[in-house]
């Protein structure tokens, strides 16, 4: 196929995707076809992200084996996803009452790899999402304990607490030590992961030419923001921090609204933004070697801000890919989380 016709495909794809589900699958399975017959399609159109898509919109339709069918061919082909990609089976047999099958594919994938914290969570995110709340409660509770106790690294600690206390609420059971458990520090040492660092991302060395410094936004990260009344009172005045009747708005809201933020400031032209997690453990002890003075809360905060972004490896870059993680740490990719149309607030 010519580069055009791709051009033109991939055009239909992205038009599709913002209507019914039905004619988004229409299309995906018209652009697969393309690439089992092309390999040079393969390659533009990113053939495992289209077997991704049709499960999904498969399983919006309610056809179970269709989307089974293109789960595991992401299996098959060598898809890279946190948490392993199997765990897509497992959910759309959770979300069609298939149980047991999905139990025993958690259940492997979990003993394969029983450090990843994204498959627990995968799994009580599920569960819980369909009622189950004694299984998501035993899969969120491994989750938080493994959060807490590695240090948080994957930033989950928040999210993990608020499923735990739905599913403990909706079983009519009280919060218990576990939901207010600090994650264990990290070592800062060469070579280990520090708050804010993306794993596994290299840094490149400064040079002499080096590119102006980012604009950074500040960020509160979802296990530093149920106290930000508390820390930072002055943020009751921003517009980001509470609905029309001037009570707190949920992470999930706060952080679609700084995605609006962001895109405002991308529409006006800045250039190479980032995010900036302030989180208390990292930011008093700068306040104290930094600013001894009585100054401006919200100035100190940019002023970290711009400190932070000089190491590129403690913000986060905005916007990421559009299947990438989505920036805010919800897990879920960036197309479909605050990069969705239509997600700001």
Same mark, same amino acid.
């Given at each position: ?5 791709l051009d033109q495909?991939d055009?239909?794809?992205r038009?599709a995707?913002?209507g019914?589900a ?10 697969i ?6 390999p ?10 289209l077997h991704?898509e ?6 919006q339709?309610?056809?179970?084996e269709d989307?089974?069918?293109h ?8 898809? !890279?996803?946190?948490?392993?990609p =199997?765990?897509? #089976? @497992?959910?759309? &047999?959770?979300?069609? *009452? $298939?149980?047991?099958?999905a ?9 394969d ?8 969570n ?12 004694e ?9 938080l ?7 948080d690294?994957? !930033?989950?600690?928040?999210?993990? =607490?608020?499923l #735990? @206390?739905?599913s &403990?609420?909706?079983l *009519? $059971?009280?919060p218990d030590?576990l939901?207010?458990a ?6 800062r ?6 708050p804010?660092?993306?794993l596994n991302r290299k840094?490149t ?20 923001y149920?106290?930000?009344p !508390?820390?930072?009172?002055d ?7 509470h ?5 707190p708005v949920?992470h ?5 609204r ?11 032209g ?6 900036v997690?302030v ?10 070697d ?21 190491d ?13 993680p ?12 605050c990069?969705?149309p239509?997600?700001?607030l």
């Open positions: 196929m010519r580069t055009d016709g495909l055009q239909e794809i038009a995707s913002r019914p039905e004619a988004y699958a229409e299309v995906l399975e018209r652009a076809a393309a690439c089992d017959a092309d040079a399609a393969a390659r533009y159109l990113d053939v495992l992200d991704s049709l499960a999904e919109a498969y399983d339709l309610g056809r179970v989307a089974l069918r789960a595991d061919a992401l299996v098959e082909g060598g898809y !890279r996803s946190e948490p392993d =199997r765990c897509r #089976r @497992a959910e759309i &047999l959770t979300r069609h *009452g $298939r149980l047991p099958e139990a025993a594919i958690w259940g492997a994938v979990a003993a790899t029983p450090d990843d914290v994204w498959v627990y995968n799994a009580g995110l599920e569960y819980g999402a369909i009622g189950e709340h299984l998501a409660l035993s899969w969120l509770t491994r989750a304990e493994l959060a807490v106790r590695t240090g690294p994957e !930033r989950l600690v928040g999210q993990l =607490r608020d #735990r @206390a739905a &403990l609420a909706a *009519g $059971r009280e030590g939901q207010t600090t994650p264990a520090l990290i070592r040492e060469h070579g280990e992961p520090q804010g660092t993306r840094v060395p400064a040079r002499e030419s080096a590119p102006p410094v980012p604009v950074a936004l500040v960020w509160l990260p979802a296990d530093e149920a106290e930000w !508390r820390r930072w009172p943020l009751a005045d921003s517009p980001l921090m609905d029309e009747n001037g009570e949920s999930a809201v706060y952080c679609r700084m995605e609006g933020r962001l895109r405002g400031h991308a529409e006006a800045m250039a190479r933004l980032s995010v997690p989180r208390a453990a990292e930011y008093n002890p700068w306040v104290a930094n600013a001894p003075d009585e100054r401006d809360p919200a100035q100190l905060r940019a002023q970290y801000a711009a400190d932070v972004a000089r590129p490896s403690r913000t986060v870059t905005w916007p990421p890919g559009r299947n990438e989505c920036w805010c740490g919800s897990g879920r990719k960036y197309k479909k989380c990069g969705a239509g997600a700001p």
